[in-house]
T-cell receptor
Framework: EPEVTQTPSHQVTQMGQEVILRCVPI?????FYWYRQILGQKVEFLVS????????KSEIFDDQFSVERPDGSNFTLKIRSTKLEDSAMYFC????????????FGPGTRLTVL | KQEVTQIPAALSVPEGENLVLNCSFT??????LQWFRQDPGKGLTSLLL?????REQTSGRLNASLDKSSGRSTLYIAASQPGDSATYLC??????????FGQGTTLQVKP
């Protein structure tokens, strides 16, 4: 069964450093999402991406965040200058159709900002 | 603004019991509702998806129901097993496609 993969599984970085989290979505899926989960809290929506554009973003997704599909397959989330409060699990998800389909999640990247 | 709430926050049952997890949402204008399983430190595994026009979905020992008008869903687990121990998340989708999650119910099934 096709699956979503994410790299790295765990990233430790110093405050103020840039990080790039990578996701390889399921082939032929068109809608892409990033979510995060701070330890002990709800899974929160960050951003959705379709047709090489951001479709929607939450208030969490400020100017420090960006997303792109650099080579048409990978889907990346960049945090330009990490803060302590960015420490969380970051999940990539994707699905085939906008509203009716199951979203498939990757295993997540645990980001620790020191 | 859509809010999703899950009750109870934690549940501990002996093996073999049937159990029900509850999910409620404030805005009934949803496209679908999805139940996920999350093991500690792991990603989210989709269990069941119910379209807004459906009343229930079944997969093995799992049965999910949806009452859209009252803003409620339940996940019924029959004959629970220790391997069912995990956190169960409920999430709703609106017209933009994003998922809005509840805080989850952490289930422990004791042998």
């Amino acid at each position: 069964e096709p699956e979503v993969t994410q790299t790295p599984s765990h990233q430790v970085t110093q405050m103020g450093q840039e990080v790039i989290l990578r996701c390889v979505p399921i082939s032929n899926h068109l809608y892409f999402y990033w979510y995060r989960q701070i330890l002990g809290q709800k899974v929160e929506f960050l951003v959705s991406f379709y047709n090489n554009e951001i479709s929607e973003k939450s208030e969490i997704f400020d100017d420090q965040f960006s997303v792109e599909r650099p080579d048409g397959s990978n889907f990346t989330l960049k945090i330009r200058s990490t803060k302590l409060e960015d420490s969380a699990m970051y999940f990539c998800a994707n699905k085939a159709q906008i509203s009716t389909d199951t979203q498939y999640f990757g295993p997540g990247t645990r980001l620790t900002v020191l | 603004k859509q809010e999703v709430t899950q009750i109870p926050a934690a549940l501990s049952v002996p093996e073999g019991e049937n159990l029900v997890l509850n999910c409620s949402f404030t805005d009934s204008a949803i496209y679908n509702l999805q139940w996920f399983r999350q093991d500690p430190g792991k990603g989210l595994t989709s269990l069941l998806l119910i379209q807004s026009s459906q009343r229930e979905q079944t997969s093995g020992r799992l049965n999910a129901s949806l009452d859209k008008s009252s803003g409620r869903s339940t996940l019924y687990i029959a004959a629970s097993q220790p391997g069912d121990s995990a956190t169960y998340l409920c999430a709703v989708t609106g017209n933009t496609g994003k998922l809005i999650f509840g805080q989850g119910t952490t289930l422990q099934v004791k042998p």
